[in-house]
């Protein structure tokens, strides 16, 4: 089938496109994982974080934010020796602290509903005709940056944000000669949910 131009010539990219990319997550505990992995990709390809990310949710222990938030040095130095992720100790040590945050958010809100409630609840619907004329990063990747850094989350630059609202489906950036684009749009209104899946 047509799809995004990103997507290929590898059947992990296909797949992941096919499947995930675009597709609404309104689950806390799974944008925690959107989110950090898209925060180890700064820098790296996407197809790296993808060929790793098994062993990224190996390493730390299926992305459980109440797991990863009372790690300390002791697993901080396992996973810098562990090859099966990006080692990286600034971005595994922002990993710890963004878990901390993510436990303040959940209790006090739902880490979903602060998330989706910089879109009101819905995705928002991209049109682009080209992959060239989807942005890198918006005026809304930049405020939910702002916000996450003043929760005490790391490794959210604009950038990095708008990859994740595009990895969690809260926007729909799939072109719009791509298939995928109205299948993900008819999710956009699906119930939020708080805490683990």
Request: with cysteine; hydrophobic share 40%.
């Amino acid at each position: 089938m047509p799809r995004c131009a990103w997507a290929g010539p590898e059947e992990i990219y296909r797949l992941y496109h096919d499947t995930e990319w675009g597709v609404p997550d309104r689950d806390s505990r799974g944008l925690f994982e959107k989110l950090t992995l898209e925060g180890f990709q700064a820098g790296l390809s996407w197809i790296t974080i993808l060929r790793k990310r098994d062993g990224f949710r190996r390493a730390f222990a299926g992305f459980d934010p109440d797991v990863i938030a009372g790690w300390g040095e002791v697993e901080v130095a396992r996973l810098l020796g562990d090859p099966g992720i990006v080692r990286h100790r600034g971005k595994i040590e922002a990993t710890i602290g963004n878990a901390r945050a993510w436990q303040e958010i959940e209790a006090q809100e739902g880490f979903a509903q602060f998330v989706w409630g910089h879109v009101g609840g819905r995705a928002v619907q991209g049109a682009w005709q080209t992959e060239a004329d989807v942005p890198g990063a918006t005026a809304l990747s930049a405020r939910m940056s702002r916000d996450l850094k003043a929760r005490g989350f790391r490794f959210c630059g604009p950038t990095t944000v708008y990859a994740f609202m595009q990895a969690a489906g809260l926007v729909n950036d799939h072109v719009a000669g791509c298939p995928r684009h109205a299948d993900v749009a008819r999710l956009a209104g699906a119930p939020l949910s708080k805490g683990a899946r």
